[in-house]
């Protein structure tokens, strides 16, 4: 195993960073009448979600598939992997788990161990952190004798100096420094710091020693948050700290897109923009992990149980801006399934006037096939109407995809250009607005908001024509193949 060193900043940065002029008082909110589901009930442990919307539960002493589509379990612990610590989904479509007994890969619908399990000797995980920023995918790895980095094939112990690392706990994407780069958080002990890749060398910036944490988290926005005794303490993106002070102290926290959820002495509270709102879900809750739509997963006495705000819908099969250039199956997963009766499905292509069609599900699952022979190419418009027992009114979710394939498209030849020409000089160096595309990594962290606002006719700004289809296509196409630079 290689050794990484990594160089310290003897910069202490707490005097600089930490604006402490006393608490931040936080009114809270009105109380949140939340979805609740029992998926399953026994003795249990953690919870994994996986990318189709399956769970792999820790429950009565063995790891079980949860399935989506039928709400059925299937036994995993013929290699006996012991409790279930901590795990990672690494792409496309697999996830790493870290067991008493052993590193675990769950892929196409098979638990085995990990071939990185035989370079990790008695020194077994209990914290996994991936990291997939579109330059190649990084493990991290963190024991009771410290941090480890799984890169390109290889395993690198990190030697951290005279900071601790034992047990660490482990969040990623806060930016750091003069150019705000995304960073790699790390706290074990009392020591709080940030470690940033340079071109030779991880530099590790201490920033806290005077928090005890106990939980850590990035949520979207790119703020720290973290957990220390029982009290709220944020770092913002600009390098600021704030003490909060909520009215029940903190336990552990779980980012869930624009939202937080916490759990508290008092129950389950989330946070939704700058709002502190408790959340009628039940007592004793143990907050576990969030799904990709964001539902959070939780012990509650026994009970494993998924909380949502509204009843989102998944799609199976299909993600947002995908492109369909096969036959595809498209299964739809609505929140409290057994409460609906009845799901439409619309499509119209993404061009001013168009006629929406209705596209006929199959009842027993809510499934349909895509086929691209019949289907002319270009970008599509998906709305899907869930109508339930108990609402009025039907729930809706839209989804925009394409048929075909697309055309690569790269930064240099088309995106650069594209921004040259269009979408300046708002968004250059220099421009007016805040958010800032001069950049292909900018383009990259801001592609979700980018699509939507071209795509709606939102951006370029009036007086300024909207961008055409072909161009729209251009962004797509970029983003569905890898921002090729």
């Known amino acids: 195993m290689s050794r990484l060193l990594v160089y310290a900043s003897i910069v202490a940065l707490i005097a600089a960073c930490v604006a402490d002029d006393g608490p931040m008082l936080v009114a809270p909110g009105p109380p949140m009448q939340a979805e609740v589901e029992v998926l399953l009930s026994g003795d249990i442990g953690e919870a994994a979600p996986l990318e189709d919307f399956a769970l792999i539960v820790d429950i009565d002493g063995s790891w079980k598939h949860l399935d989506p589509l039928t709400g059925t379990t299937r036994d995993l612990s013929e290699q006996n992997p012991g409790e279930l610590l901590s795990w990672a989904l690494v792409p496309p479509g697999g996830l790493l788990l870290a ?83 995304d960073s790699l958080w790390v706290a074990s002990g009392l020591q709080l710091y940030a470690l940033v890749e340079g071109p030779n060398a991880f530099m590790a910036w201490p920033e806290r020693e005077d928090l005890n944490p106990s939980s850590i988290a990035v949520d979207s926005l790119g703020a720290l948050w ?66 990709s739509l964001n539902r959070l997963l939780a012990d509650r006495s026994g009970e494993l149980v998924r909380i949502s705000q509204g009843r989102p819908l998944a799609f199976l099969g299909l993600v947002e801006e995908d492109w369909v250039s096969d036959l595809r199956t498209v299964t739809l997963l609505p929140t409290l399934a057994r409460r609906v009766a009845d799901i439409q499905f619309f499509m119209r292509a993404d061009a001013p006037e168009a006629v929406e069609e209705e596209l006929v599900l199959d009842p027993e699952n809510w499934s349909l096939l895509l086929d691209p022979l019949e289907i002319a190419e270009g970008p599509y418009i998906a709305r899907v109407l869930v109508h339930y027992v108990d609402m009025e009114e039907p729930e809706e979710s839209v989804l925009p995809f394409s048929i ?82």
């Not at 903190?250 to 700058?274: H, N, Q, Y």
């Open 99 to 181: 067991g008493e007994e052993g590193l675990f890969a769950y892929r196409d619908g098979q638990l085995l161990p990990a071939p990185l399990d035989d370079l990790l000797g008695d020194d077994l995980p209990n914290t996994l952190l991936a990291v997939d920023d579109n330059s190649g995918l990084d493990l991290w790895l963190g024991s009771s004798q410290g941090l480890r980095l799984w890169r390109n094939g290889q395993l690198f112990s990190v030697d951290l100096g005279d900071l601790p690392a034992s047990n660490p706990m482990l969040a990623y994407g806060a930016p750091f420094g003069e150019n705000a780069v």
């Open 226 to 291: 973290v957990v220390s005794d029982g009290e709220l303490h944020r770092r913002d993106p600009d390098g600021q700290w704030q003490y909060i002070q909520v009215s029940h102290p903190v336990r552990r926290m779980i980012p869930a897109g624009d939202s937080m959820w916490l759990e508290t002495d008092s129950g389950l509270w989330i946070r939704p923009g700058e709002r502190f709102r408790p959340v009628n879900a039940g007592p004793d809750l143990r907050i576990l992990a969030v799904d």
């Open 404 to 485: 075909g394939s697309p055309e690569p498209s790269t930064w240099t030849e088309d995106i650069q250009p594209l921004f040259l020409e269009r979408c300046t000089p708002c968004h250059e160096e220099s421009g007016e607005s805040p958010t800032k595309l001069y950049l292909r990594s900018q383009w990259q962290q801001e592609i979700d908001d980018v699509i939507p606002a071209v795509s709606e006719g939102r951006m370029p700004l009036l007086p300024n024509p909207p961008l055409t289809q072909e161009e729209i296509q251009l962004i797509r196409a970029w983003r569905a193949g890898g921002f090729i630079e």
